[in-house]
C-alpha cells in the first residue's frame, strides 16, 4: 500500500532550529567541542549534557540526511547510534524519540519504530511528526495483514493517528486523505464524505479529493451528485482521470450518451492508458454500438497483449455481428491467455450454439462442468455451476434434446434454493418446448402446491393454459394478481397474451389498451403497441396492426421483436417488399441466429423470387428452429420453386409431422391444409413423371 505523502516528511528546519534554541548561546559554543575533549575526572555540568545531546543529535540528523540522499546502511545505523546517544543525555526529548522513530521505519524496523514513536507521544501527545510516523506503520502493515482482525486493529490504529494529525494539523491534505480511504474500508462513508468535503471546501483544486469524493458517491449509487460535483471540475478542464469517473457516473445512470463523450474526453487526453479506453469500450457496447466498441478493443490488444479480457470482448462482439470465424479467432486467443476461465468458455460454447454447432457447445459446456467440480473438491461453486448448466439445458434444448436438458436441469436444482427455482422455470419451459404441455402444466402445479404465493409459477401456469388455447382458465389465474397500481401493467400484458392465444380478440385487445394506459417507461409502451398490433394482425386488420407498429419504432426504431413483425406481415402479403426487407435485415444484424427473424427474411427474398437468398436463410432457419412447421413449410415451397422437388416433399412431410404437434395455441388450419395441398399435388406429378409410359393401341 502506498504510504507516500506530505505527512511523510523528515524534521523540518522549524524542529532543528526549535531544539537550538533550547539551549542557551553558550551551549551552542561549547558544542564546537567535542565530548571527547571534556575532563573526565570532573562530572559534567548541565550545560555540557546538553551541548553533548545537541552534538550527538545533529550529527545523527546529518547521518540520517546522507542516508536519504545514497540509502547506506552505514549511514543509518550511525544516525541511530548518534540519536540513541542523544536520548541517554536527554531521555525526555519527543523530538529525538520521534527522530529514532523515523529512522528505524525507513529501515523497516517497524517494532522499535513503534516503540519510539509512542515514546515521542508519551512525552507529548502534540507531537505531529510522530503520530504521522505511527500513522505510515500501521498503513506500511495493511498491505502485509490477511483479512482478518490482525487487519482491523491496524485500521483503528491508523485512524487513531490521522485523527490526531487532523486535530493538530486540519489542513493536513495527505494525512485528511488517508482519513477519508481508512473511513470507506470501514463502510464509515458519511464520515469520509465529511472530511472529503472539509477538503474541498479549503482545497477546491485538489483532484485527489474530488476524485475520492466522485466514487463514494458512484459506490452509493449516487450517481447524480457525483455528476453535478465533477461537472464543476470538468468545466475548465480537468484530468482524464476526471473525465472517467464522470463516464463512470453517467454510465450508472443510464446516460450511455454522456457517458461516451466523457469517455472520449478521457482517452483523447492521455490515449495510451487503458482504462479509459474501458470505459468507452463497455459504453460503446451498453449503446449497442458493436462497430465502435469492437475498434476500441482492438486498440485495447495492442495496449494490453496479455490480457484475456479484451479477446474474449472482440469475441462476444463478433459473435453479436455474426461474423464467426473472426469470433472463434478471438475467443481462441483468449482461451490461450487464459485456458482456465469460464467466461471465455461460457462465451464459446455460446458462439457453437449460435453456429448450430451443438456436439460442439455441449463438450465445451460439459468439460467446464467436470473441471469446475473436479477443482472444488468437494466445495463447488454453485453459482458458477449453476450458469453452466443452465446453458448446457439450453443448448439440449436447441438441439432437441429435451430428456438430456430436464436431466441437466434436475441436477441444476441441487445447487441450492435460487437454482432449485430457477431450474423449475427451466424445466417446464423445456417441457413446453417438448410439446409436453400436460407435464410442463403438471410440474408447475406441483412447484406452486409448494409455494403457492409464489406469483411467477402462478403467472408461468396461466400462459401454459393459454398454450392449449384455455384463455378462461388462464383469465381466471390472472386476474386476482390485478391490485389496481401501476404494477398491474404487466398483468394486463399477460392478459392480453392468453386472450390473443385463446383467440378471444376482443378481449385480448381491451387488456392490451389497459397495459398502455398504465405504461410508464418507454419500453413498457413499446410493449403494449406490439401487443396491440399483433392483436390487430391476427384478426387480419392490417391498417390498424400497421399504425400500431409504426407508434412502437417511433418510440424504439431499433426494436428487432417489431421490425420483424412488421416486416413479416408485410412481405406475407407481397406488400412493399423493399421495405420490408430492410426491416427484417435490421432485426436479423441484431440478432443473426434467431431462427424465427431469420425464416422472416428468407420467406421476404422468396416474396422477391431471390430463391438463392430465400434458400439460404430458410436453411439457417430450419437449423435453428428445426421443429417449427412455419418455417419447414416455407422452405418446402422454395424447394418446390426450384423444382427441387423430393426435398420439397421431404419438408412438407416434416412440416405436417410438426404441426401435428404443435400446441393448440399454435395450430393454424389454414397454414397445415395448404401445406396438405402442396404436398398431395407434388406426390401425385411425381407419381406421373415415375409412372411408365402406356403403349398407344395399334
Request: proline letters at 4%.
Amino acid at each position: 500500500m502506498d504510504c507516500s505523502g506530505d505527512y511523510m516528511k523528515t524534521i523540518g528546519t522549524a524542529a532543528l532550529a526549535a531544539l537550538l534554541l533550547s539551549a542557551p548561546l553558550a551551549q551552542a559554543q561549547s558544542a564546537s567541542k567535542t565530548p571527547s575533549s571534556a575532563s573526565s575526572s570532573s562530572a559534567p555540568s548541565s550545560v555540557d549534557t546538553r551541548a553533548n545531546a545537541y552534538y550527538y543529535f545533529s550529527t545523527g540528523h546529518l547521518a540520517e540526511l546522507q542516508f536519504d540522499m545514497t540509502g547506506s546502511t552505514d549511514q543509518a545505523e550511525q544516525a541511530i547510534d548518534l540519536y540513541q546517544k542523544a536520548l541517554e543525555l536527554t531521555p525526555d526529548s519527543s523530538v529525538i524519540h520521534e527522530r529514532l522513530a523515523e529512522v528505524y521505519a525507513k529501515t523497516q524496523h517497524l517494532h522499535e519504530a513503534t516503540l519510539e514513536a509512542q515514546a515521542a507521544l508519551q512525552i507529548d501527545p502534540n507531537n505531529v511528526s510522530a503520530h504521522r510516523v505511527l500513522a505510515r506503520i500501521y498503513v506500511h502493515q495493511l498491505g502485509d495483514a490477511n483479512p482478518g482482525q490482525a487487519q482491523s486493529d491496524d485500521i483503528a490504529k491508523a485512524i487513531e493517528q490521522f485523527e490526531a494529525i487532523q486535530k493538530l494539523q486540519p489542513y493536513d491534505v495527505g494525512s485528511a486523505l488517508w482519513l477519508a480511504r481508512l473511513y470507506r474500508f470501514e463502510n464509515r462513508h458519511d464520515e469520509a464524505e465529511k472530511v472529503l468535503r472539509s477538503v474541498l471546501e479549503r482545497n477546491p483544486d485538489s483532484e485527489q479529493a474530488l476524485e475520492q469524493l466522485s466514487q463514494l458517491l458512484i459506490d452509493g449509487g449516487r450517481s447524480q451528485e457525483a455528476i453535478q460535483l465533477l461537472q464543476q471540475s470538468t468545466s475548465d478542464g480537468a484530468s482524464p482521470e476526471i473525465y472517467d469517473l464522470l463516464g463512470d457516473a453517467y454510465t450508472q445512470a443510464k446516460d450511455y450518451a454522456k457517458a461516451e463523450t466523457a469517455y472520449r474526453q478521457a482517452v483523447e487526453e492521455d490515449p495510451d492508458d487503458p482504462s479509459h479506453r474501458h470505459g468507452l469500450a463497455q459504453t460503446l457496447t451498453s449503446e449497442d454500438k458493436y462497430e465502435a466498441a469492437l475498434e476500441q478493443y482492438k486498440k485495447l490488444a495492442e495496449l494490453e497483449p496479455g490480457t484475456a479480457e479484451n479477446y474474449l470482448r472482440m469475441g462476444q462482439l463478433y459473435r453479436r455481428l455474426g461474423k464467426f470465424d473472426q469470433a472463434e479467432s478471438s475467443l481462441l486467443r483468449a482461451k490461450q491467455l487464459a485456458p482456465g476461465s469460464l467466461e471465455v468458455l461460457y462465451s464459446e460454447a455460446l458462439l457453437y450454439e449460435d453456429q448450430g454447432r451443438y456436439n460442439d457447445a455441449v463438450k465445451i459446456l460439459t468439460d467446464a462442468i467436470s473441471g469446475l467440480k473436479t477443482q472444488s473438491a468437494g466445495d463447488e461453486n454453485p453459482s458458477a455451476l449453476s450458469i453452466l448448466d443452465e446453458q448446457l439445458g439450453r443448448v439440449y434444448v436447441e438441439q432437441g434434446n429435451y430428456s438430456a436438458a430436464i436431466s441437466t436441469y434436475q441436477q441444476m436444482g441441487q445447487l441450492g434454493p435460487d437454482a432449485k427455482k430457477r431450474a423449475q422455470m427451466l424445466m417446464i419451459d423445456a417441457y413446453r418446448q417438448s410439446h409436453n404441455l400436460d407435464e410442463a402444466i403438471s410440474v408447475t402445479q406441483k412447484a406452486l402446491a409448494e409455494t403457492p404465493k409464489d406469483q411467477s409459477l402462478t403467472i408461468t401456469l396461466a400462459m401454459l393454459y393459454g398454450e392449449k388455447g384455455d384463455a378462461d382458465s388462464a383469465t381466471k389465474l390472472l386476474t386476482p394478481l390485478l391490485q389496481g397500481t401501476d404494477a398491474d401493467q404487466e398483468i394486463y400484458l399477460d392478459l392480453a397474451q392468453v386472450q390473443e392465444r385463446g383467440r378471444k380478440y376482443d378481449e385480448a385487445a381491451q387488456s392490451a389498451s389497459k397495459a398502455l394506459e398504465l405504461a410508464n417507461k418507454p419500453s413498457d409502451k413499446v410493449t403494449a403497441y406490439f401487443m396491440m398490433g399483433a392483436i390487430s394482425e391476427r384478426q387480419k386488420h392490417y391498417d390498424q396492426a400497421e399504425d400500431q407498429f409504426r407508434k412502437a419504432l417511433a418510440i424504439d426504431p431499433d426494436n428487432a421483436a417489431v421490425l420483424n413483425y412488421y416486416g413479416y406481415m408485410l412481405a406475407d402479403r407481397g406488400l412493399r417488399l423493399p421495405e420490408a426487407t430492410a426491416m427484417i435485415q435490421q432485426a436479423v444484424s441484431q440478432e443473426p441466429a434467431n431462427g424465427a427473424y431469420l425464416d422472416s427474411l428468407g420467406w421476404a427474398f422468396y416474396k422477391q423470387n431471390k430463391l438463392t437468398e430465400a434458400e439460404e436463410y430458410l436453411r439457417k432457419a430450419v437449423a435453428r428452429e428445426n421443429d417449427d412447421p412455419t418455417i419447414l413449410g416455407h422452405l418446402g415451397d422454395v424447394y418446390l420453386k426450384l423444382g427441387q422437388n423430393d426435398q420439397a416433399a421431404e419438408t412438407y412431410e416434416r412440416a405436417l409431422t410438426e404441426w401435428q404437434k404443435a400446441s393448440p395455441a399454435d395450430y393454424e388450419a389454414d397454414k397445415v391444409n395448404e401445406v396438405d395441398a402442396q404436398l398431395k399435388n407434388l406426390k401425385r406429378r411425381l407419381a406421373q413423371k415415375s409412372a411408365p409410359d402406356t403403349p398407344k393401341p395399334q
